[in-house]
């Protein structure tokens, strides 16, 4: 199904459960699409969860687009939950998509009834955090330019640890990725400035990370968000519902579970 938005813009997503069911909407990484989700869908589905899986702008089959803001993300959020006639829902957010979740929360809060981010961080402002932004739109830029196997090989190759389900899902995903529109997320991404906005957030927050990486950003949401608490997912890295699904499932339906 599309979202149409004006200037041609058009945002997939996909449904699954009850209408009638408790809403929660799942927000995938930079490059990646709804797909990565499938662990979770059947699981979150038969324990009463209504979800929606959008394509966010510039990935899998939502528009391609020349420019890009995290707001331009969030506001498709809000636009996808009137759509559905959706007053609040559960927001979920890995990695890229916790930073759309942040945005989302911190822009529309009375539209959020329960935020989970995970594998994610709110700003760029020490020397490595930089270095490895810029790092990474120049490997897009870099994989723009090589034959998208080489990528898939790359991608594949670094999740072999996990599992073949998941070095096989990079290895698809990157074979159909169009590298360009993931350098103009990327960009976006790096214009992250969210920290000091956090404290807007009233809505109860499970911030979550893997213990090999982003786990200081995560102790810095952990203390603007009040109502957050953080778990720390042993033996895992981004995207950690892929890396770790058993865990990352335990501790979100616990979460989502309580009154």
Request: charge should be negative; glycine fraction near 6%.
């Amino acid at each position: 199904m599309f979202l149409e938005k004006e200037n041609n813009i058009k945002v997939y997503y996909e449904t699954y459960g009850n209408k009638k069911d408790e809403p929660l909407i799942l927000i995938h990484g930079l490059g990646l699409d709804h797909n990565m989700y499938e662990k979770q869908i059947e699981k979150y589905r038969e324990k009463g969860f209504y979800l929606i899986t959008p394509d966010m702008r510039a990935h899998g089959k939502s528009s391609k687009v020349e420019n890009l803001k995290i707001s331009d993300w969030a506001e498709d959020i809000k636009d996808l939950m009137d759509e559905l006639h959706i007053k609040t829902a559960n927001v979920l957010g890995v990695s890229m998509g916790g930073i759309i979740a942040q945005k989302f929360a911190v822009q529309y809060p009375d539209r959020v009834r329960k935020l989970i981010l995970s594998d994610t961080f709110p700003e760029i402002v020490t020397f490595t955090e930089k270095m490895v932004s810029i790092g990474q739109v120049l490997a897009l830029k870099l994989f723009n330019i090589l034959p998208n196997k080489l990528g898939a090989n790359f991608y594949a190759a670094a999740y072999k640890d996990y599992s073949d389900e998941v070095g096989e899902y990079f290895k698809q995903v990157t074979l159909k990725a169009d590298f360009k529109q993931s350098v103009i997320a990327r960009r976006a991404i790096n214009k992250v400035d969210l920290l000091d906005e956090l404290a807007k957030i009233d809505s109860p927050t499970l911030i979550m990370a893997g213990d090999k990486i982003l786990i200081e950003p995560a102790k810095k949401m952990k203390n603007k968000i009040e109502q957050s608490e953080l778990k720390i997912i042993e033996g895992s890295t981004d995207p950690s519902n892929m890396t770790k699904p058993e865990v990352f499932d335990n501790y979100v339906l616990d979460f989502l579970n309580r009154d």
